[in-house]
T-cell receptor
């Protein structure tokens, strides 16, 4: 297994509260990604990072922010959680860019916003 | 037309059967093609990764890419109950201005019955 740890694994929170999900990798890969997976939509990219302090938006970035202060850690923050953000969130890493380097995924965080 | 189409199934086969999973795509710029396996409540796990048209074999798994038809397949020989999972296809392309895209199919749920 690729050395990716996501925490927490499960979280229930209330609408309007801030939530931070953590991804930690031990592979020293440059690229890290946050995806959400929903029935009927598949995997959708939220944000990604191509180095420490270097991040960019994906296709569903509204309502989310990210930070990467160390190579091994990539944080996803929901500033004010909404019910539409109930989902399973996956962190992924890749050695080089998304074009020619396959992604390796963590086991996900199941988030429920009530 | 969606960029990547994948029949969601579910697909149910008897143990020992040959399984064929397929994806079609519309973007001729896709260059790299992947298959992921996802067990329930786990992250996607990379199975196969190919670049060119043709076949690539790894044990009981064969990935086939036909760029002229914009069609990719994953064949599983001698299927086992442990192959029961959701299979996701994914493909990547350079999308211009230094950006790349990785697009996932929505997954096909496979059950192998003992």
């Amino acid at each position: 297994d690729a050395g990716i740890t996501q925490s927490p694994r499960h979280k229930v929170t209330e609408t309007g509260t801030p939530v931070t999900l953590r991804c930690h990798q031990t592979e020293n890969h440059r690229y890290m990604y946050w995806y959400r997976q929903d029935p009927g939509h598949g995997l959708r990219l939220i944000h990604y990072s191509y180095g420490v302090k270097d991040t960019d938006k994906g296709e569903v970035s509204d309502g989310y922010s990210v930070s990467r202060s160390k190579t091994e850690d990539f944080l996803l923050t929901l500033e004010s959680a909404t019910s539409s953000q109930t989902s399973v969130y996956f962190c992924a890493i890749s050695e080089t860019g998304i074009l020619n380097s396959p992604l390796h995924f963590g086991n996900g965080t199941r988030l429920t916003v009530t | 037309q969606k960029e990547v189409e994948q029949d969601p199934g579910p697909l149910s086969v008897p143990e020992g059967a040959i399984v064929s999973l397929n994806c079609t795509y519309s973007n001729s710029a896709f260059q790299y093609f992947m298959w992921y396996r996802q067990y329930s409540r786990k992250g996607p796990e990379l199975l196969m990764y190919t670049y060119s048209s043709g076949n690539k074999e790894d044990g009981r798994f064969t990935a086939q890419v036909d760029k002229s038809s914009k069609y990719i397949s994953l064949f599983i020989r001698d299927s086992q109950p442990s192959d029961s999972a959701t299979y996701l296809c994914a493909m990547s392309a350079y999308s211009g201005a230094g950006s790349y895209q990785l697009t996932f199919g929505k997954g096909t749920k496979l059950s192998v019955i003992p």
